[in-house]
């Protein structure tokens, strides 16, 4: 009945492959706010902040998609609907 080892990493990976993705959400955030600021301060007006932002999770979800990194360290970029429709879309709707 219990999960055999060669199911499930060790705890210590587990914890190392959550470090690592919520290392790399941090990091695509403040790079995307300092891009808009670029952005918005050399007066470069082609590229939306939120088209900014898109690119760069484009770039690195095609990096992360291509790398032969674990799939522990992967799982922390899959993409939750339950998360998404109760979290991020209600604001996107209601921006006045």
Do not use: C, D
């Not at 799982?75 to 109760?86: G, Q, R």
Request: glycine residues 10%; negative net charge; hydrophobic residues 50%.
């Amino acid at each position: 009945m219990g999960i055999s080892p060669e199911e499930s990493g060790s705890p210590e990976k587990e914890q190392q492959a959550a470090g690592v993705g919520i290392l790399l959400q941090i990091m695509m955030l403040v790079l995307s706010f300092v891009l808009g600021h670029v952005l918005r301060r050399h007066k470069f007006y082609y590229l939306p902040e939120a088209g900014a932002s898109l690119l760069i999770g484009l770039i690195v979800g095609g990096l992360a998609n291509i790398s032969n990194t674990e799939t522990s360290i992967r799982a922390w970029f899959n993409f939750h609907e339950e998360f998404f429709f109760l979290f991020l879309l209600p604001p996107i709707i209601l921006y006045p």
